[in-house]
Nanobody, 124 residues
Framework: QVQLVESGGGLVQAGGSLRLSCAASGRTFGRFAMGWFRQVPGKEREFVAAISRYGATINYADSVKGRFTISRDNAKNTLYLQMNSLKPEDTAVYYC?????????????????WGQGTQVTVFS
């Protein structure tokens, strides 16, 4: 089991940037893939980005490619999501998630540990 705590969300004007962090504790952080998802009320949780245990493999949703960057620091047990050129449609609660292995997945059921989420609101 791993505990995940997101931070860094907030209110930002369109075109601005935010960096989300996800601090992990419990299970050895560097052994498994991690992902970021987002969710708006009334919709399913949506894949944003995922990264393998050492960062060799990364996958992004088409909607964020070229604007968001996922990274991790295994020494600090922390996952990051740098979000640039934010748009109002990026507004959502953002969740970090831990897989049980090193396989990158783009669907929520592929992850078995979740943080509580952090709100990102982008206004025009």
């Amino acid at each position: 089991q791993v505990q995940l705590v997101e931070s860094g969300g907030g209110l930002v004007q369109a075109g601005g940037s935010l960096r989300l962090s996800c601090a992990a504790s419990g299970r050895t952080f560097g052994r498994f893939a991690m992902g970021w998802f987002r969710q708006v009320p009334g919709k399913e949780r949506e894949f944003v980005a995922a990264i393998s245990r050492y960062g060799a493999t990364i996958n992004y949703a088409d909607s964020v490619k070229g604007r968001f960057t996922i990274s991790r620091d295994n020494a600090k047990n922390t996952l990051y999501l740098q979000m640039n050129s934010l748009k109002p449609e990026d507004t959502a609660v953002y969740y970090c998630a831990a897989a049980s292995d090193n396989v990158i997945r783009i669907t929520a059921p592929g992850y078995d540990n979740w943080g509580q989420g952090t709100q990102v609101t982008v206004f025009s």
